[in-house]
Structure formats: C-alpha cells, structure tokens
C-alpha cells in the first residue's frame, strides 16, 4: 500500500537558518509527490510538484525539493526561513487517482 | 477569482443530529473530494468523485454520506452515525491531468459536535 512518512512532527528553526523537512515514501510506481503547506484553520496550498524530468524541483516562496529515487524521499527545502513560514506542512504521493498524505510536520520559527 | 468555496467556516451540532457542509468550484474540475483533519493525522479521504452521479468511499467514509448532481457542487453529509465527528473537513477537487492528483483546497469548515 502506498505510505508517507514525514519522521518529524515538529521543527524549530531560528529565522534566517535554513531548512529541510524530511519525507519517505512507499510506491510501486514512478509517483507523482507534492508539497502542502497549511496556516491554522486553513486549507491546504500547493508549494511545489515532482511528476518527471529533472529531480530538483522549485516552488513557490523559494521552496524547493529534491526527488531520490533511490532513498524514496523528497525534501523540502529553503535557504532562509521566514517567521512567515510557520505553518504545517505536509507531503503527499500521488496514488493512483488519489492522493495519499503524511502525518504532517509543524514549523516553528523564532526570532 | 476561480476557486473553492466551503461553507459554514464554522459548524455546531447537537449529538444526533445530521449536518451538511457545502462545497462549491468554478475551476470546472472533473474531480472533488473530502477530507477529514484530526491533529497530528494528516488528511484522510472521506469520498470522492470524479463524474456526475458517481462517487467513491475513500478510507474514512463510514458515518458519511455525499451527493454529485452537479459538476460544482459536491456536499457532504455528516449523519448521526459518524461517532466523533469533531474535526476539521476540507474539500478538493482536480483534473485530469497529472491523474487527478494535482488537487486544489477549499478553506475548510470546523464542525463540533456539542
């Protein structure tokens, strides 16, 4: 059955700091993945997608992600957070027609 | 503006009783989902469908029920049935490109089950 793990349920950084949120996956096939990004009591926003071609993939808000398909991950970067990039975020495979999410991993940054 | 639009953002119930959550699109999508939000659960696909007067139960579906007499509109029922129903409910929807799965938000509503 296809899985997400994202390992961290919270993360910490200081402004400024860079970034790396960690997801595995479990899927048969070439997946399709997606990074999500949620503010309290909002939906979900769509910060970058990998289907095919090149393995670094840009976002939106100068995220980006690395596909390694032999380490089944795709994490999610930044260079520089924000205080603005507090939120929750949450990595999803593609499944057939369905989406299949993790846990989800919560950011916090201080000043 | 094309998006989503769910209503009520907040949502009351008695026990026992059945409440509906509205979701509507103008992206002219195919496909519509719901999810339930728990914390520290992800999302979890309650149903979805991808064609008028059709639909599927995804893995939560139990306690719920859903309508597609529109391409626009895809309402869930949450019944009497659903045993915890307080959570955060957060409806989709997609083409089909990229096999559905590039799926777009609605700001979600928050129901409790007083």
């Known amino acids: 059955a296809q899985s997400v793990t994202q390992p961290d349920i919270h993360i910490t950084v200081s402004e400024g700091a860079s970034l790396e949120l960690r997801c595995n996956y479990s899927?048969?096939?070439?997946?399709?993945l997606f990074w999500y990004v949620q503010s309290p009591g909002q939906g979900l926003q769509l910060l970058l997608k990998?289907?095919?071609?090149?393995?670094l993939v840009q976002g939106i808000k100068g995220f980006e992600a690395e596909f390694k398909r032999s380490q089944s991950s795709f994490n999610l970067r930044k260079p520089s957070v924000h205080w603005s990039d507090a939120a929750e975020y949450f990595c999803a495979v593609g499944a057939m027609d369905k989406l299949v999410f993790g846990a989800g991993t919560i950011l916090r940054v201080k000043s | 503006d094309g998006g989503i639009t769910q209503s009520p953002k907040y949502l009351f119930r008695k026990e026992g009783q059945n409440v509906t959550l509205s979701c509507e699109q103008n992206?002219?999508?195919?496909?519509m989902y719901w999810y339930r939000q728990d914390p520290g659960q992800g999302l979890r696909l309650i149903y979805y469908s991808q064609i008028v007067n059709d639909f599927q139960k995804g893995d939560i579906a139990e306690g719920y029920s859903v309508s597609r007499e529109k391409k626009e509109s895809f309402p869930l029922t949450v019944t009497s049935a659903q045993k915890n129903p307080t959570a955060f409910y957060l409806c989709?929807?997609?083409?089909?490109?990229?096999?559905?799965?590039?799926?777009?938000f609605g700001p979600g509503t928050r129901l409790t089950v007083l």
């Open positions: 989709a929807s997609s083409s089909p490109g990229l096999g559905y799965n590039e799926q777009f």
């Open positions: 992206l002219n999508h195919d496909a």
């Open positions: 990998y289907f095919s071609g090149d393995t």
């Open positions: 899927y048969g096939a070439t997946p399709y």
